[in-house]
């Protein structure tokens, strides 16, 4: 479910937590992910040879799980649902990070989904700023996968 929302309700956002489905990470995934980047180390490539890996088995690219952040945001939740749509935008626009770190590798076959909440949101010059915590959590693990700090413009 969408929710149709104005520029200024995202303040009521603030600090409301949601979270993704499950999404599993597959060797196909990572593989088409190789392919579009170049990026073939075999760690992530090579069922074989990362068995002999400190993982002992392949791990995701830690952007390849960054960039779930797109599909995360666009899925609805398990509680509530992230995704809105902001009547009055034109555009919301993808504006870089603040802060991001890899904590943890994410072996073929797991779970992973996005823990997420707005944090701060600011006006300006054409719209606003605002910026969403992130956390990437695997399935059956204490620690996270990705900690990101995103920001995104709306264009009004």
């Known amino acids: 479910m969408v929710n149709k ?13 949601f979270s993704t489905k499950w999404y599993q990470v597959t060797q ?9 980047t170049q990026d073939h180390q075999y760690i ?15 791990v995701a690219h830690g952007f390849f799980v960054l960039s779930m952040l ?3 945001t666009l899925q609805d939740g398990e509680r509530d649902s992230m995704q809105f749509y902001v009547s009055d935008a034109k555009s919301i626009v993808n504006y870089g990070f603040d ?16 823990v997420t909440h707005i944090s ?16 990437i959590e695997i399935k059956g693990q204490d620690k996270p996968a990705v900690v990101a700090d ?5 264009i009004l």
């Open 28 to 36: 196909e995934a990572i593989d088409k992910f190789a392919d579009l």
């Open 150 to 154: 995103w920001l995104n413009l709306l």
């Open 5 to 17: 929302i104005k520029a200024i309700e995202i303040k009521n956002y603030i600090g409301k937590e």
């Open 44 to 58: 992530h490539i090579n069922p074989e040879r990362a068995k002999k890996s400190l993982y002992g088995e392949t």
């Open 70 to 72: 797109g599909f995360f």
């Open 120 to 135: 701060k949101v600011e006006l300006v010059k054409r719209g606003m700023k605002f910026t969403s915590h992130h956390v």
């Open 99 to 114: 802060k991001i770190r890899f904590i943890s590798a994410v072996p073929v076959g797991s779970y992973i989904r996005d």
